[in-house]
């Protein structure tokens, strides 16, 4: 059973940077593709960004474009999240997903992900 674990979140001014993990059970060279999604208090859950198998292809959201930057690393088995210029409104909680399914493209939609972390919190003061 595959099992993915966030780590990384906190509580940071604006301006600052956070680094999130999500650490997998098994190899994650198997999953096509994996992305980072955020949900905050009584808001739907967003995709912030994805990456495919090899780590060449990625998409962000616009609300984040030039200021997060998501990463694999198959041998170690994890993702990460590189979070920079974080602003109040990046305050959520943030959640890892992953799936193995050839789809088509790479898309910031739920449903194309199977396997999901229980999530971390960020917190971003003004």
């Known amino acids: 059973q595959v099992q993915l674990v966030e780590s990384g979140g906190g509580s940071v001014q604006a301006g600052g940077s956070l680094r999130l993990s999500c650490a997998a059970s098994?190899?994650?060279?198997?999953?096509?593709?994996m992305a980072w999604f955020r949900q905050a208090p009584g808001k739907e859950r967003e995709g912030v960004a994805v990456?495919?198998?090899?780590?060449?292809?990625?998409f962000y959201a616009d609300s984040v474009k030039g200021r997060f930057t998501i990463s694999r690393d198959n041998a170690k088995n994890t993702l990460y999240l590189q979070m920079n210029s974080l602003k109040p409104e990046d305050t959520a909680m943030y959640y890892c997903a992953a799936d193995s399914r050839i789809l088509y493209g790479l898309r910031l939609l739920p449903p194309d992900f199977v396997y999901w972390g229980q999530g971390t919190q960020v917190t971003v003061s003004s």
């Open positions: 990456i495919n198998i090899g780590g060449g292809s990625t």
């Open positions: 098994g190899y994650i060279g198997n999953f096509y593709r």
